[in-house]
């Protein structure tokens, strides 16, 4: 059974940072594209970043780009989100995710909550 | 950045009934489109690869179709455990964009 379960959520005041942990397992985590979504409360699905399966490429969206970093460790079967200089825009529960393109693909986390307040 | 804009942004139905979920993105993206379900308080589940491909257990009262720059989700035999919030994204390239959302309701 493929498991995902992200870990590294909490309160923290703006400016800060936070480490996400995503564990996996069920799957063979060194084959496959992950990704992270968020989603605001209240509001609709954000892709925040994505990573190939040897870490060497990566993507960000643009509101996050040059303060978030996305790795991995395929030892560890483990996908990582580095947040810096946490905004309040950036609460919301972030969701890790397998590689949707493909099947059977497209699984997901339950979610950790990330809340930015003073 | 590729828009996705879906509609409607709500639906009522009733059980048993047929309904279409449209997905328009802002340039051509081929078939590089999925859909996702979510239903309040859980995480997303994936339904659709590559615009049409029915992910791995998901029954077959879903289809997708289209290509390029619009596409639609069809659910037919409405069941009460099919009332969600729907939603389209592409991967044709980086930000991966979701459209807003389609909340069906009964």
């Known amino acids: 059974e493929v498991q995902l379960v992200e870990s590294g959520g909490g309160l923290v005041q703006p400016g800060e940072s936070l480490r996400l942990s995503c564990a996996a397992s069920g799957f063979t985590f060194s084959s496959s594209w992950m990704h992270w979504v968020r989603q605001a409360p209240g509001q609709g699905l954000v892709w925040v970043s994505h990573i190939n399966t040897d870490g060497s490429t990566t993507n960000y969206a643009d509101s996050v780009k040059g303060r978030f970093t996305i790795s991995r460790d395929n030892a560890k079967n483990t996908l990582y989100l580095q947040m810096n200089s946490l905004r309040v825009g950036d609460t919301a529960v972030y969701y890790c995710?397998?590689?949707?393109?493909?099947?059977?693909?497209?699984?997901w986390g339950q979610g950790t909550l990330v809340t930015v307040s003073s | 950045d590729i828009q996705m804009t879906q509609s409607p942004s709500s639906l009522s139905a009733s059980v048993g009934d047929r309904v279409s979920i449209t997905c328009r993105a802002s340039q051509g993206i081929s078939n590089n489109l999925a859909w996702f379900q979510q239903k309040p308080g859980t995480a997303p589940k994936s339904l659709i690869y590559?615009?049409?491909s029915l992910q791995s257990g998901v029954p077959s009262k879903f289809s997708g179709s289209g290509s390029g720059t619009d596409f639609t989700l069809t659910i037919s035999s409405l069941q009460p455990e099919d009332f969600a919030t729907y939603y389209c994204?592409?991967?044709?390239?980086?930000?991966?964009?979701f459209g807003q959302g389609t909340k069906l309701e009964i």
């Open positions: 590559a615009a049409s």
């Open positions: 995710a397998t590689s949707w393109a493909v099947s059977p693909g497209g699984y």
């Open positions: 994204q592409q991967y044709k390239s980086s930000p991966y964009t």
